[in-house]
Each structure stands twice: as structure tokens, then as C-alpha cells.
Nanobody, 121 residues
Framework: QVQLVESGGGLVQPGGSLRLSCAAS????????MGWYRQAPGKERELVAT???????NYADSVKGRFTISRDKAGKMVYLQMNSLKPEDTAVYYC???????????????WGQGTLVTVSS
């Protein structure tokens, strides 16, 4: 079974930092783009940041300069370093990956179960 598992969420004060991690496991042939999305209460899910297998990154304007996305060399882990956190960053953060599963004929989009980040004093 192929899955994405996030970790690292929690409660942090405004101005603080958190680092989210996401691990892909299972019968994986290759992973293309990985990314982080978030969904705040009452709002739609939105893109936070993505990173391609070649290391090209893309960020939402709201997090540029504060968040950094990275991947490990094996390409199955993705991280989100979040600095200068604001209350409006409060949301459930989801890991996303375009994954080629062994035995399949192409890439499929996978989602993690989400990890809650709460920014509050």
C-alpha cells in the first residue's frame, strides 16, 4: 500500500517556527512533484508550496520569504520549514505527491491524512 504520512504539526505562538515532514512509503517507482497544501476552517484547500523532482520550487504569495520547501535526495521525503508563523497560517496541512506506483501505467495524485498547525498565543 502506497501512502503519505505527515508529521510535525502542533501549537506554536505567533512568530514561532515549525517543520513539517512527509514520508512516502510503499511500492513506489518514482515521485514527480511533491507539495504542501493547507485548509483553514471554512475555507477551501489552497496550495502552499511545491517542489519538482529537479528541485524547482513554487510558493503561494502569502508564504514567500517565510516558508521553505525541500526534499531528500531519495525523493521520498518532503519538508516544509515554516518561520515567522502568523495566526492566519492556522490550518490542516496536507502533503501531496504525484506518484508512479509499481505496476501502474502512470502517475497518480496522492494525499496524506493531514497535520494540524495552530498559531496562537
Amino acid at each position: 500500500q502506497v501512502q503519505l504520512v505527515e508529521s510535525g504539526g502542533g501549537l506554536v505562538q505567533p512568530g514561532g517556527s515549525l517543520r513539517l515532514s512527509c514520508a512516502a512509503s510503499g511500492s513506489i517507482f518514482n515521485i514527480n512533484t511533491m507539495g504542501w497544501y493547507r485548509q483553514a476552517p471554512g475555507k477551501e484547500r489552497e496550495l502552499v508550496a511545491t517542489i519538482t523532482s529537479g528541485g524547482r520550487t513554487n510558493y503561494a504569495d502569502s508564504v514567500k520569504g517565510r516558508f521553505t520547501i525541500s526534499r531528500d535526495k531519495a525523493g521520498k521525503m518532503v519538508y516544509l520549514q515554516m518561520n515567522s508563523l502568523k495566526p492566519e497560517d492556522t490550518a490542516v496541512y496536507y502533503c501531496n505527491a504525484y506518484t508512479w506506483i509499481i505496476g501502474s501505467s502512470g502517475y497518480v495524485e496522492l494525499w496524506g491524512q493531514g497535520t494540524l498547525v495552530t498559531v496562537s498565543s
